[in-house]
């Protein structure tokens, strides 16, 4: 057994970024994927372990932490190398930010875009979905921006800001990608026209050692 | 001028908290109130500083940060002491979990029984304040639970998950405090009956030297 242990369900995003952060540091972990269809993460089993029900939860020795962000502050005060938060105030003060911003602008317009379309509900949705498109447009314009200078979010290396990012807007892509998200025009598609900065970037996680070990299972 | 500015908005909790960080710090700044009522943090000025027109934001030489915990863990980096984040990988976990956990559960419930109060709805939202009760008294359960044991949230010694949390509550005591909260029967207050270890952990927090300089000016 693995001295360090994760929780995690497979396709959403916050897992993801836990998932992708014990790949960067090459830390040695025990993955317990739970099955959201079945509610595993409402299972006495896993509420003994997380009495909130949510995931990624890590655990490592004694120590259970749960809530995304404070996980990649954990991992990375427990496995310093690769930092994850930056060596200087300034670059900390940037990754943070990003990684706050992610929560505050982007994450709720793109849950409003996919979950319809994950579910086959385009049409029914077609209304919330437009309507949540210019936030999302917003906040990838300032990404593209970004990364027409530096290779990743916050600077020449990779940090928390991209393992937060990457996952969310994976979630926009696949969704926005889906056949009968056409009719709708999101004008999102393909990434690789419209935002190419933040595609070269998708590629640029795609390369970590470990990726494929993180990508969701079921959308294989 | 002093080395670091703060941009905030009276009874704003983020603002508060980015306040009394600089506070446990004995941080000089220089203090830029805007007026909300006057929408300021939309000013072409304040655009200048911070496009997203949000508060509180930080300027510490060409250093600007926005976000409230990015503020929080700036501060912690460029001024270590006292530390806000912990010493120790198993600390830091607890404090950012507690950290964002007051974002996820709490802050959002809060407004929903807050805002409403504040601007003398109290019968047109009595359903609403209502519903969002339960939510509240958990989250507070958890903190009283908590504090039963340690004189701060997270131990012996404040951190930035106080920080967090408190103005946060504050909001709360105060609307929750208003004559025509009372036919609501909300069923928390006082808080010193219904949650003492809590409240004893307020005044903890008030007595923090420069407190009375955080306190939100036109609560007065």
């Known amino acids: 057994m693995a001295e360090t242990e994760v929780y995690w369900i497979s396709g959403s995003p916050p897992s993801w970024s836990a998932l992708l952060a014990l790949e960067v540091k090459r830390i040695e972990y025990d993955s317990h994927r739970l099955d959201n269809a079945k509610k595993e993460q409402k299972s006495e089993a896993f509420l003994a372990v997380n009495p909130r029900g949510q995931v990624p939860v890590v655990k490592h020795g004694d120590v259970v932490v749960r809530e995304t962000l404070a996980v990649l502050a954990y991992l990375d005060r427990a496995y310093p190398e690769p930092s994850l938060f930056g060596g200087d105030a ?12 992610c929560d505050s602008f982007l994450r709720n317009p793109v849950g409003t875009i996919s979950r319809p379309l994950f579910r086959g509900k385009a049409e029914a949705f077609r209304d919330e979905i437009t309507a949540a498109v ?30 937060v990012y990457y996952p969310v807007i994976m979630q926009l892509a696949r969704a ?18 419209t935002f190419p900065a933040l595609a070269a970037w998708m590629t640029r996680i795609e390369n970590i050692p470990g990726y494929d070990l993180t990508y969701p299972p079921h959308w294989r």
Do not use: K, Y
């Not at 926005?176 to 026209?193: E, F, I, V, Y």
């Open 90 to 101: 300034e670059r900390t003060a940037h990754i943070w930010q990003l990684a706050c911003e």
């Open 134 to 163: 210019p936030a999302v447009r917003d906040e990838l314009d300032a990404l593209e921006g970004n990364l027409e200078h530096t290779p990743f979010l916050a600077g020449e290396t990779i940090s928390a800001a991209d393992l």
């Open 176 to 193: 926005a990608g889906r056949d009968d998200a056409r009719s709708l025009n999101l004008g999102l598609m393909p990434l690789a026209d």
